[in-house]
């Protein structure tokens, strides 16, 4: 019989206490970020506070907008153990995983070892996600839910923190294979990469078109940033933020009463969208500096958590609706 040892709560004067700690760290975090990204305060935002949150995020955007670079850059500044694995429609799941091997000692004994893949490291970058086999796609799943594998009938537990941030481009799509609904239940937020604006890309150019480009610096270690998610998981989420959540997710899923809804959206978010929106509230609550969520942090972060968990109608598609649409229209409603 399993116990359930339940953390102590913590009192208000030392949740404030350890709040202080953590903004500095996160301040310094942005700071390290900020040297490397220009612009897109939003897309790094959003991408920190899916780890801050424990999750792992999809990055959406056409070529050249800086998604390997912001993967590589995080990994620096968070001091995370980072890997890269480019997908391709021949990428088999052992090449993610690992295998065993037969070796052989002086004595002519011989044994099997494994040999750990790409997938074991914090940060793991899954480049172009969707060109990959369902077959491979299956296999990064488990881990990616269970932050284990299992090869040859045995487990490996993965290194902690794990994240997984995988990059997708929307645009060309010969040679792809869609990600299936349950995998992309998995990822904490779909995070889409705009262009920059006019003044953050003339930044770039003057910035990344001489002879040295801005370096990332560490500035913060895994232990602390595990301390930092479990610092999130412990804060008070107000009541009313409880039924904003409900209220918004439960409206996004048709059979609900709402007309239109049932007209627009095939199917709708299930309960781990509403734990991802409670998580990444608290998360984008300390990012800001405040120390419990609030309807406004709902209202920002649906778009990014609800848009890959739902399905249009036929009849959506035919009239040009988007997702983006939808939901827009559904957190008005809720304002």
Known sequence: MSVIVKEPALTEAEMVTQAERALEDIARV?????????????????????????????????PGLAKTKLVETLGV????????IQFTPDLMPSDILGSEVMEQDETGRRSFRFLPGPIFAQLLMADEINRASPRTQSALLQSMQE??????????????????????????????????EAQLDRF????????????????????????????????????RLLEIQ????????????????LRLVRSARPGQGNEEVDRLVAW??????????????????????RLAPSIDDVHALAEPVLQHRMALSFAARAEGTTVRDVIAQLVKSEG
């Open 30 to 62: 942005r700071a390290g970020v900020g040297r490397v990204i220009f612009g897109q305060q939003s897309v790094v935002e959003r991408t920190l506070v899916a780890i801050m949150a424990g999750g792992h995020a999809l990055l959406v955007g056409v």
């Open 77 to 84: 500044v968070l001091g995370l153990d980072a890997s890269r």
């Open 147 to 180: 932050y284990h594998v299992t090869v040859a009938g045995h487990r490996h537990d993965l290194p902690k923190p794990f994240h997984v941030l995988a990059t997708q481009n929307p645009l060309e799509q010969e040679g792809t294979y869609p990600l299936p």
């Open 188 to 223: 904490l937020m779909q995070v889409d990469i705009l262009y920059p604006d006019i003044e953050a890309e003339r930044r770039i150019l003057i910035e990344t078109t001489g002879t040295s480009d801005a370096a990332a610096e560490n500035v913060m270690s895994p232990d």
């Open 230 to 245: 479990q610092l999130i998981r412990r804060m008070p989420v107000p009541e009313s933020v409880v039924e904003a959540i």
């Open 268 to 289: 709708g978010p299930g309960p781990r969208a509403s734990q991802a929106l409670t998580l990444c509230a608290r998360a984008r609550a300390l990012y800001d500096g």
